[in-house]
């Protein structure tokens, strides 16, 4: 896992409300090849670590984009778990 930059990242989202990223980088990121629901379990796991709560990361995933939010928006995890 790229700890470093994807806290970066993490800061920027709670800082500024979002950031987009192509879903590959995101799973390197992560040390994931795959999207499924283990990766937005890591995620939510990084996202604790900087916001101090899990239950305020909300991601979209248009094509090969997602967009991560600390705000109420279409879950991310929902796709994951079915792929």
Same mark, same amino acid.
């Given at each position: 896992m790229k700890? !470093? =930059?994807l806290h970066s990242i993490l800061h920027d989202v709670r800082l500024t &409300? #979002?950031?987009q990223l192509h879903k590959r980088k995101l799973l390197w990121l992560l040390g994931r090849q795959? !999207?499924?629901a283990s990766?937005? &379990? =890591?995620? =939510? !796991?990084e996202w604790e670590e900087i916001a101090g709560d899990r239950s305020t990361l909300h991601g979209t995933?248009? &094509?090969d984009t997602i967009t991560l939010l600390n705000m109420a928006s279409q879950q =991310? #995890?929902?796709?994951?778990?079915v792929s």
């Open positions: 700890n !470093d =930059l &409300g #979002s950031a795959n !999207d499924n990766a937005w &379990g =890591l995620l =939510l !796991d995933w248009h &094509g =991310l #995890s929902t796709h994951w778990a």
